[in-house]
RNA sequence: GGCCCUCUGGCGAAACGGUAAACGCGCUCGACUCAAAAUCGAGUGGGGCAACCCCCCGUCCCGGUUCGAGUCCGGGGAGGGCCACCA
């Protein structure tokens, strides 16, 4: 049989695909007694088509998963599609068409691409999030945590997208220069007093920080942004009483080695003690403020150029450190939700509260003095504040303490007398995650005048989206105008009663896929512990870094409360996360219809077949670096694969060599054996450790340009050669699967039918042959390169320094120079240094 | 304002503290061809020089550690990211 001459990926690959659907190669579960490796990518929004960010995701996480898969792993590799969400409904807003058909007709034209990328997933294991079947678990969880009272309503401000007309979270708002904007659609963000259903994810705010520090394998990137996004800050809380009244004003500071330089306290407008203590003759200016503050936007109110204003109550507190009466003011600038919402200021050390001291007219007490320098002049001659640690001046018993000494001793006083002590407080909010919108997982519950808000019982699950959908966008939930829908009993007493017509928030359909695909199909549960046992955590994640404040947090958040349910064996979700870079188009800027510079996977796949986009993806640059589209480039990948297929053409006399030959193998074709071996380490090594795709296949272009170089003549050398060739198909397979499996079995025609390259055992080098037996040697004298000579891998440095010393370019730059060392590096370099 | 990341040929990129620029793209030249494409081969950081002998310069800038720094340390610049009146 001989080979086709010109390599036609259109007329292999697919030939491939159906091979390794039929044969089930890609079936997780299939070696139990085997180790186990979980590669996953993040699944897809299947809005519109597939794009080349996708293509590259699912490219990093395949060469990955063959290999894994080639090392003799179980490997679980599988993929599903994110499908409920906005967008389908805002474009049904645009042309009526049902978001659950859209959503259908992209899946498949997605899963076609998918299929024809060759990507090894394990097809059986496919979910798709708007099939009741799996949203009936988002339900369940929902009850689940209800009970446990991680689940709740709340009254309170929400942030509502204009665009969107929805509530969506703190994660999901971009804020940019006092601009609030919705992180899906751009529109403008405002508050909206609004009831909604929340998570309780800040109960775990300190195992998800904790957490962070065993993420080793996770970009730093990623837990720095999770780190802030937490945002612990110690600090302690000090009540101060209202002089005159029993009421307290409990306090949250980071810095109470200042507290004897708090010159006056400011409640939030909203604190519930305003109306209480403030003195009659003031009420009238309070209310005022209060109520303008109540109908002025967060943005406006807080932002940076926010001007700071205030009003005082009246009323007096007293410093429990120092038994100081300050006056309470209220101002725009504290924020309710935050701490305890209320701070004592101190003007000094703040430059916030220092700016406010100014414009009202409040006095300025120094109370911590830098450790070296000048000292500060009094309060009223400071031109800003002076917020660094320092030595505690006028402060009673502490004076003379170092700052972080002072907040010690100070907090365990506090404690001790009753008065308060050191506690943390965090950024991140409780994640509400009600939608007003259709296409999401309606939440289960029923509002009965009765019984107030009643669970659906679990055997009522799932509690389905009704079909019928009137998407108008109008902001009220679309789902309040399907009565077959709303309408229903009361699971308690059977009269009648309404449904809850809000839907879920689809960051929680995601934040426990990754687990339902252990058991897709599972009737009796979201998934089987047992499997949960053997598979999880994931081992490697890859997707893009725009999710690290967002699925990335509320999927850790989500197994931990997995793992009290005593579904999940780990708290951490994932052993390493990987990150991968954007693809830009051939101008560098994002792709985009306005700069007319999209490329799509699917017709670059009919142009140059799979094997050569995916070998692109891998070799522009590391996964997480961005990459410009470059046709060019991608011709010189094409390229690359043709000389392959030719070589295997023109050296088609070797593929019966005889194995034994390769013992007696000498000269430039010892040489080849060497390039073929350190290939095979260079390849694996890529794989290995840092996911160097690109050097590996870098590798693989040095092997194939020695093959070109090297024309086989006896049987040792058509042995060599068949090895390199060899070691080619199966090393290539990760990246380029199909054409590799081809030329694999050219190779192997007789032997290898009924096998496939897929299932091979990788390829193992052998280190006698990595390790070259003679080097060439760099000769610097100064630290200069000077010269290089060839000698024995294993010479000394009394050999080497002779042949370097007999170099005419060495002498002459140590002529008439002192020899004061000689550094030696076996293997590497001689360097003399001279003076 | 705080925290973090990046910076290397014309371009994408390589480089355990040890010969900077492997590999690919682009470009130049040669072979094949009537010619072109494709393919195969050679060359390709800048400067000096008659010389592809050799010399000097060269990884954003300045300084340091070291026999030796793209790599480590200190300071600065440019670009990017995240957070931010958060007490």
Known sequence: MSMNERYEPQSIEPRWQKRWTEAGTFAAGRHPDAEERYVLEMFPYPSGAMHMGHARVYTIGDALARYLRMRGYDVLHPIGFDALGLPAENAAIKDGKHPAVRTRENIVSFREEMKSLGYSFDWEREIVTSDPEYYRWNQWFFLKMLEKGIAYRREGKANWCTGCLTVIANEQVLEDDGERTCERCSSAVVEKSIPEWAFRITAYADSLLAGLGQLTAWPDRVTTMQRNWIGRSEGAEVDFLVAGTAEKIKVFTTRLDTIFGSTYAVLAPEHPLVSKITRPERLAEVRAFTERMRTTEAAARTGEGAPKEGVSTGAEAVNPFSGERIPVWIANFVLAEYGTGAVMSVPAHDQRDFDFARKYGLPIRVVVQPEAGDRLPPGDRLESAVTADGILVDSGPYSGLASAEARRKMGADAKAKGFGGATARWHLRDWGFSRQRYWGTPIPIIYCDEHGAVPVPYDLLPVKLPEQAIITGTGEPPLAKVPEFVNTTCPKCRKPARRETETMDTFVDSAWYYARYLSPRDEKQPFDPVLAKRWLPIDVYVGGPEHAVMHLLYFRFWNRVMKELGLVPVEEPCQRLVTQGIVNGADGRKMSKRWGNVVAPGPMVKRYGADTVRLFMLFAAPPEKDIDWSDEQVDGMHRFLSR????????????????????????????????????????????????????????????????????????SERAATREALLALAMLLSPFAPHVAEELWHEVNASAARDLLLADQPWPSFDPSLVAADTVTIAVQVNGKLRGEVKAAAEAGEAEVRGLAEAEDKVRAHMAGKTLRKVVFVPRRLINFVVG
């Open 644 to 715: 392959v297929w030719r070589i295997f053409h023109a050296r088609e006399e070797t593929f019966r060599a005889d194995p034994t030959a390769l013992a007696r193998v000498e000269g430039p074709f010892l040489e080849l054996r060497r390039r073929t071996h350190r290939a095979i380490k260079k390849v694996t090594e890529g794989l290995q450790d840092d996911l160097k795709f690109n050097t590996g296949i870098a590798a693989l272009m040095e092997l194939l340009n020695e093959l070109y170089a090297l024309e086989p003549k006896t049987d």
